[in-house]
């Protein structure tokens, strides 16, 4: 009922159908490769080919020279082909049995079922090569993120930084991995730390929030692609959410998806383009699947498989993929994010 009511209240497909959905593609999918790499599928195959090609069986006796000699030898060739003809037609009606029995079989039905069903949504599936996938089950988090901003890294000895007008500092200690799930803490906790202010740069700050973040920027990046996460949805004042692909520098940066307090936000930010937009959907706490689909055209955000808003591309550079929370007002309280799985793929070209 809840997820009836979510979708009912959002006009979005609720998370639960839709990763059913998913769930139920993938499964089909691995089915039928299963029956594609089948003994059975082999052997369908070798017997189609024989039937609907019986001249692919070579008999010395059936070669195009003439028959030459006495009429006792061209009798006794004449004698020894037709019982060649006779055993291929034999062997013809045998395999025609063996074909039509192998039809039956529990596998070959699933493959004709799948086949004449799905063949478009494989082809598309076959389209894409999954590049990155983490479901985030291991007791430890796993060597290709870091909890750490690359700039900080870069000039910073890997101190922590927060833009002046944030309110909190990341901290490693608020990004923990347990029970399947990657938690993203903000605490209402003080440290020390610096803040980047655009007319005296780096000063120090005593911040009265701790959040966390972590990227891929170290392990993968990608240019275009589809981009996918299953992240939970709170909906706390003064504190925000976000999935995000970032580079180096601050921009190019596109925001997936924010959420404020109760908006929920895209973005995207290059050199040339700025795009903000605050969607109408209104989002119950619970877990969404936020999707960008991003090609040299257009880039595409979806929310639990429904297009929610589309522009054309502005950005060719790769991009590494990305999680944090923190907060906007002082008025903040504690929250934690909640991501359950993330996936990444590109065309298979």
């Not at 003994?39 to 030459?68: C, H, M, W």
């Not at 007008?165 to 440290?191: A, M, P």
């Not at 590494?320 to 993330?342: E, H, L, N, P, Q």
Request: charged share 25%; hydrophobic share 35%; glycine share 4%.
């Amino acid at each position: 009922m809840f997820n009836f009511l979510q979708s009912f209240l959002s006009g979005l497909p609720s998370t639960s159908s839709y990763e059913a959905l998913l769930q139920d593609h993938e499964n089909k999918y691995a089915t039928y490769m299963e029956a594609l790499e089948s003994d059975e599928f082999k052997r369908y195959n070798e017997l189609r080919e024989f039937i609907y090609n019986p001249k692919n069986l070579k008999f010395a006796s059936q070669q195009n020279s003439p028959v030459t000699g006495s009429n006792e030898n061209h009798a006794q060739s004449r004698a020894e082909l037709k019982r060649e003809q006779k055993l291929l037609k034999q062997e013809i009606k045998q395999r025609k049995s063996e074909f039509k029995r192998l039809k039956e079989t529990k596998i070959m039905k699933m493959y004709f079922y799948l086949k004449k069903n799905y063949a478009k949504s494989f082809a598309e599936q076959e389209r894409w090569i999954s590049k990155f996938y983490e479901d985030f089950s291991k007791p430890e988090i796993d060597p290709r993120w870091t909890d750490t901003q690359i700039i900080s890294e870069k000039l910073l000895n890997g101190h922590h930084y927060s833009p002046i007008e944030d309110f909190h500092i990341f901290s490693e200690n608020n990004v923990v991995q347990s029970g399947g799930l990657l938690k993203i803490r903000t605490k209402e906790e003080q440290k020390q730390g610096l803040a980047w202010d655009k007319t005296y740069g780096m000063v120090p700050r005593t911040f009265y929030f701790t959040s966390g973040m972590l990227t891929s920027a170290h392990t993968f990046r990608q240019v275009y692609g589809k981009f996918m996460a299953k992240v939970e949805i709170k909906q706390v004042a003064g504190t925000y959410h976000a999935f995000w692909l970032g580079v180096d520098t601050k921009k190019p940066h596109i925001n997936v998806f924010k959420i404020e307090g109760h908006n929920l936000l895209i973005s995207l930010y290059s050199d040339s383009t700025t795009v903000e937009k605050s969607l109408k959907y209104k989002l119950k706490n619970g877990f969404y699947i936020f999707s960008l689909l991003w090609s040299h055209e257009k880039i595409t955000w979806f929310i639990n498989g429904k297009r929610v808003f589309e522009m054309a591309n502005v950005i060719d550079e790769p991009m590494y993929i990305a999680f944090s929370s923190g907060v906007y007002d002082k008025r903040a309280s504690a929250t934690t994010m909640y991501v359950d799985w993330v996936r990444c793929y590109r065309i298979n070209s």
